[in-house]
């Protein structure tokens, strides 16, 4: 009886040792920085491409939304995404995109809402933006299920919406979030605007190169990507035309989920930022704002002549992998 309970036993460990997910190696890191310069301004983190070729994911904020009840319906799906030129992941999204799309309303409108769950297993999504109750409104849903309810967006600002679901983390790393901008009842004066939505991907390659989160890299915060709108440099590949000397305003939301953003535009000063979307004491002439983790800032300023203004997370390691875009200024 004995020698079976240890015969029993020895079999349970050499199983759970074969059961037990091998990590992939890390890649060491490099056993010296790279010196070569990637782009022909400072600060280029990223080789420039052109502007005439339009980025992937439009950078251009929606225009502000008419009409006081908005009927929002987003469908959340598995989907392969690009998150760098030739590097394709297996993502979880909202409306089959990541980030999520861009939704826009105004102080004091309700918005309809209806979430529907295409994907094979539950998710959920939390509206920072509204003020409900999580039980009710941020519950898991099924797959095939969906949800419906209303909430009054009452704060103007800039706000992150994610996947609630546990682990959050998980969630949020395989893609869903997005940004829903609330502006205020008076229209904020006229500029040219963007959305950026910060985040990281940490990724391992499957054997057809397709890369899915690696869990072991998010707990440890060392993300291989940290980027704008869901791709590494995309608005250094594309960057972005504006003209000399007109306001722009920059919608930034962070939404991780591990890494603090440290937004600053190279060659600008922000006439203002408004932290979240508070009307009140915004920052006037400041260099470089922190946007936490699940929070938003919204960004003023204007680009004094004509030249390329890198805009960049200035934790400078987040810019290396990929936290980096250009303005083109004529
Ligand atoms: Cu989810």
Redesign the pocket.
Known sequence: MRRRLIVAGLVAITVAFACRERPEHPTPPPATPPTNAPADVSHGEAPIGSAAEPAPIEAAAPPRATGHVHRLRIA?KHAKITIADGVTYDA?TFDGRVPGPVLRVTEGDTVDFTLVNQ?P????LDFHAAEIAPSRAYVNLMPHDSLHYRFVARVPGAFMYH???APVAL?IA?G?YGAIIVDPRQSRPAAKEFVFVQSEFYTKKLPDSTRVIDWDKLLGLAPDYVVFNGREAEYAHHPIPVRVGEPLRIYVVNAGPNRFSAFHVVGAIFDRVYLDGSLTHPLEGVQTVTVPVGGGAIFETRLVEAGTYPFVSHAFADATKGAVGMFKAH
């Open positions: 959340i979880w994907a297993m539950p998710h959920s996947c609630g679901t969630h395989n869903m």
